[in-house]
Nanobody, 126 residues
Framework: QVRLVESGGDSVQAGGSLRLSCVAS?????????LAWFRQAPGKERQGVAA????????YYADSVNGRFTISRDNAKNTLFLQMNSLKPEDTAIYYC??????????????????WGQGTQVTVSS
């Protein structure tokens, strides 16, 4: 069973950048068909931010982050990344990485992911 550990969260000013990392242990990240980043702001539902289908290398983004965020992976380091640029106050949330085996179904569906990290806080001030 994979263990996912996120890092890289911080407090930044609007317009700034952060790179989140998610290191996998006990299993290779490419074992899973989908790797994703979700976020959850206080009082809001968990939202899919970006995902990568490892088989084809296809990437997917929420409209709110498309063009600003980039999901990537380093197979040698067994690590998933989320590069976040042009950050906005509305990006403030706890960010989670997740992994699932299933191919079918929307990448945005949090319930379809089996493995989750503990989360890392991102705070963007105006």
């Amino acid at each position: 069973q994979v263990r996912l550990v996120e890092s890289g969260g911080d407090s930044v000013q609007a317009g700034g950048s952060l790179r989140l990392s998610c290191v996998a242990s006990a299993s290779t990240i490419n074992t899973y068909n989908f790797l994703a980043w979700f976020r959850q702001a206080p009082g809001k539902e968990r939202q899919g931010v970006a995902a990568i289908y490892t088989g084809a290398g296809a990437t997917y983004y929420a409209d709110s982050v498309n063009g600003r965020f980039t999901i990537s992976r380093d197979n040698a380091k067994n690590t998933l990344f989320l590069q976040m640029n042009s950050l906005k106050p509305e990006d403030t949330a706890i960010y989670y990485c997740a992994a699932r085996d299933a191919i079918a179904g929307s990448w945005r569906e949090s319930a379809s992911y089996t493995y989750w990290g503990q989360g890392t806080q991102v705070t963007v001030s105006s």
